[in-house]
């Protein structure tokens, strides 16, 4: 019996001239305009985590290097806890910071 393959949702097609293209999204054509207004709007959006200072405020990032040793021993533990290694070191700095 032949193998049955699902068909992508979506299909990347290369550049669409939308002024030229007539292309549809909900009953109505989409023009370069349009889609320039909506490609710098989402552009201006924060992405990833929430943020953990203010709304709409990018949260500070901290980097530091680690032993391999200890960035294993981060990883099973966040595993086990089943949250994130940034998670578990949040928490840590929250721990360290509350003690006097």
């Known amino acids: 019996m032949a193998k049955k393959t699902k068909k992508p949702l979506y299909v990347s097609g290369?550049?669409?001239?939308?002024d030229k293209t007539k292309v549809?999204?909900?009953?109505?054509?989409?023009?370069?305009?349009?889609?320039?207004k909506v490609a710098v709007e989402t552009s201006k959006r924060l992405r990833g985590r929430p943020s953990l200072s203010k709304r709409n405020e990018e949260s500070p990032i901290i980097q530091f290097r680690i032993a391999k040793t200890k960035k294993r021993a981060i990883a099973k533990k966040a595993k086990s806890q089943n949250?994130?290694?940034s998670e578990l070191l949040r928490r840590a700095v929250d721990l360290v910071l509350a003690s006097k």
């Open 83 to 85: 949250i994130s290694e």
């Open 24 to 36: 549809l999204h909900k009953g109505k054509r989409i023009t370069e305009a349009q889609a320039e």
């Open 14 to 18: 290369g550049y669409i001239d939308l």
